[in-house]
T-cell receptor, first 112, second 111 residues
Framework: SQQGEEDPQALSIQEGENATMNCSYK?????LQWYRQNSGRGLVHLIL?????REKHSGRLRVTLDTSKKSSSLLITASRAADTASYFC????????????FGKGTKLSVIP | SQTIHQWPATLVQPVGSPLSLECTVE??????LYWYRQAAGRGLQLLFY??????ISSEVPQNLSASRPQDRQFILSSKKLLLSDSGFYLC??????????FGPGTRLTVT
């Protein structure tokens, strides 16, 4: 079953602008992760935020987590054409589960 | 450093033919291994995972099976492919159930 749902499904911005993607999930989690997928390629891990964290930064990426609203956001600042890709959130429900449940992704297009 | 390989990169197979996709990991030992399928424009669906040699867990009933004959080798198989088996197959690994590391994927088209 689908746990994470990204919003919007597609986003088109100009180079240099910020891009914000949102993820909502349904059940309690241990951690939430964001991945990037370039067209026709494997996924690349971007950042992991644990359930007891509220915000995390990595370079131009900023992730927030609101466990009360069961939602997360990924902000990419000063976007570049190379950021064009699909972005997925994935949740780990913990309790010994080995499963990451992925959303359908947000397709980001950064126009030079 | 760790590396994950998948082959073949692309595959076109007729309905009813067998399938074997291979995934190997280098540079680590006793990894957790995963097979996912991604339909066009969709998220990833977990098919199988393995925490050790010979230990396979299936997440969804399907026409596929998986095996782990060696510590760092994970194989996805089918005896008879269906049209619905078409998709992008991704292998992934991790050690401690946090971030996963993905291979480059295999694009399977069943005709």
């Amino acid at each position: 079953s689908q746990q994470g749902e990204e919003d919007p499904q597609a986003l088109s911005i100009q180079e240099g602008e910020n891009a914000t993607m949102n993820c909502s999930y349904k059940t309690s989690i241990n951690n939430l992760q964001w991945y990037r997928q370039n067209s026709g390629r494997g996924l690349v891990h971007l950042i992991l935020i644990r359930s007891n964290e509220r915000e995390k930064h990595s370079g131009r990426l900023r992730v927030t987590l609101d466990t009360s609203k069961k939602s997360s956001s990924l902000l990419i600042t000063a976007s570049r054409a190379a950021d064009t890709a699909s972005y997925f959130c994935a949740t780990d429900s913990g309790a010994g589960s080995y499963q990451l449940t992925f959303g359908k992704g947000t397709k980001l297009s950064v126009i030079p | 450093s760790q590396t994950i390989h998948q082959w073949p990169a692309t595959l076109v197979q007729p309905v009813g033919s067998p399938l074997s996709l291979e995934c190997t990991v280098e540079g680590t030992s006793n990894p957790n291994l995963y097979w996912y399928r991604q339909a066009a424009g969709r998220g990833l669906q977990l098919l199988f995972y393995s925490v050790g040699i010979g230990q396979i867990s299936s997440e969804v009933p399907q026409n596929l099976s998986a095996s782990r004959p060696q510590d760092r080798q994970f194989i996805l198989s089918s005896k008879k492919l269906l049209l619905s088996d078409s998709g992008f197959y991704l292998c992934a690994w991790n050690r401690f159930f946090d971030e996963q590391y993905f291979g480059p994927g295999t694009r399977l088209t069943v005709t």
